[in-house]
């Protein structure tokens, strides 16, 4: 049975000051949910036949660009735009027989809503952690993916939260992790050798090891060139988020091995108990764009996207 949505972004204002964008609809398959407009598809997350985690496998910029890449050869568990941690020092990162499973239970709806500056078209999912031969889940998630069009903001808005609660009878629980883990996206192939980040800041964070960064800052973006086309992804953290700024963890600028992007909580040096009864909250904005804007513009982005998303 489907359940009933919870929502969780405040609605007040609408489009009227500006001209509608295409209209955006959720299709729901037997293995994958698009987001789609008018002029193609926007948005592709996979929950089925995944072994051990659903994820944003496709999103596209207002251009048509698709730049996420999905389980490359180097790192087969790098998928597109995901979200893991780990719990008691279990990694449902990364994707070993040892490692921990995030399995899909239902949906609970979707729909298309106002919030201040624009509309947010969104679904909701239920997801189980589970530990490799426990027959309990350790965690419950309610997942809530989407896109909003936001009065101004050129790029794509993709939105991202994670609440995430101990099972019941789990106890509690400790929240661990690499440097990396969190909401991670990486990219196609061609953006690996030509890109750079910016950091609202201004301000890189300390080397971790070789060009790898964690860097504490209210967002962060990358910009390369998508096959020959400019484009930049930005990520946006919301200020209620625990351990707010976040710590972005980069790599590859400028050069290197392969460019990743990840919004972490400093899970690697400062692990998190997540106590029965309690849930943790997190909420990101990933932003797609055609172009590469400059800090001013990315600045003005994330304070429209702040005040669409609300408390």
Request: hydrophobic letters at 35%; charged letters at 25%.
């Amino acid at each position: 049975m489907v359940s009933r949505l919870v929502l969780v972004l405040g609605v007040t204002a609408s489009f009227s000051a500006f001209a509608a964008p295409p209209a955006l609809r959720v299709n729901m398959g037997d293995e994958a949910v698009e987001i789609r407009d008018t002029r193609g598809p926007v948005l592709k997350y996979l929950f089925t036949k995944v072994p051990f985690k659903p994820y944003v496998n496709e999103c596209y910029t207002p251009g048509g660009v698709q730049f996420l890449r999905d389980s490359p050869s180097d790192h087969k568990h790098h998928h597109a735009l995901m979200y893991a941690l780990g719990i008691n020092k279990v990694s449902f990162w990364e994707e070993t027989e040892k490692g921990g499973k995030q399995l899909h239970r239902e949906f609970t709806g979707s729909k298309t809503e106002t919030v201040r500056g624009g509309n947010w078209t969104h679904f909701g999912e239920m997801l189980d952690w589970t530990a490799p031969g426990q027959d309990k889940p350790w965690a419950a998630e309610m997942r809530t993916v989407g896109v909003m069009q936001l009065k101004g903001v050129s790029g794509r808005v993709v939105s991202w939260e994670t609440q995430l609660t101990p099972a019941h009878g789990a106890g509690d629980l400790e929240l661990t992790g690499n440097h990396y883990y969190g909401l991670g996206a990486r990219f196609i192939q061609s953006m690996d050798k030509n890109g750079k980040f910016i950091f609202a800041s201004g301000k890189p964070g300390p080397i971790v090891r070789g060009d790898e960064r964690n860097t504490p800052d209210i967002w962060c973006a990358y910009q390369a060139e998508a096959d020959g086309k400019p484009v930049t992804i930005a990520m946006f953290e919301h200020p209620d988020n625990p351990r707010h700024p976040a710590t972005w963890f980069t790599m590859g600028d400028n050069g290197g091995i392969f460019a990743y992007l990840a919004a972490t909580l400093n899970l690697y040096r400062e692990p998190m108990s997540l106590k029965q009864g309690e849930t943790l909250r997190v909420r990101y904005g990933v932003v797609f764009y055609d172009g590469q804007p400059n800090a001013k513009k990315l600045a003005k982005d994330y304070k429209a996207w702040k005040k669409a998303v609300g408390k």
